[in-house]
């Protein structure tokens, strides 16, 4: 299945970061923070002002991006777990 977002909305692919164990103690997964990093996998067309402008979007596929730790809508597309959410949302592009 393809997706592709609609406006300014990105999908993006959660980076897992890797975890470290101190001390022998496990942390189950619940209680493990939500990966802030992620790599964009689809952009949209970008976001459209009320006299009909599109402005391009400043992110495209393949970027590393940091984003807000409540950001963005979980969805599940052939098993795989991703996020879309608006460009506005995107902190940062990684290098």
């Given at each position: 299945m393809t997706v592709r977002p609609l406006a300014d909305r990105v999908l993006i692919k959660a980076i897992e970061t890797a975890e470290v164990k101190?001390?022998?103690?496990?942390?189950?997964d619940t209680a493990k923070?939500?990966?802030?990093q992620g790599e964009v996998k689809e952009v949209g067309t970008g976001r459209q002002t009320?006299?009909?402008?599109?402005?391009p979007m400043t992110v495209k596929k393949g970027d590393k991006?940091?984003?807000g730790k409540?950001?963005?809508t979980e969805i599940s597309i052939d098993g795989e777990?991703?996020?879309i959410m608006r460009e506005s949302d995107v902190?940062?592009?990684i290098s």
């Open positions: 101190k001390g022998g103690i496990i942390i189950p923070e939500k990966p802030m009320e006299e009909g402008k599109v402005i991006i940091l984003y409540y950001s963005g777990e991703y996020l902190l940062a592009i």
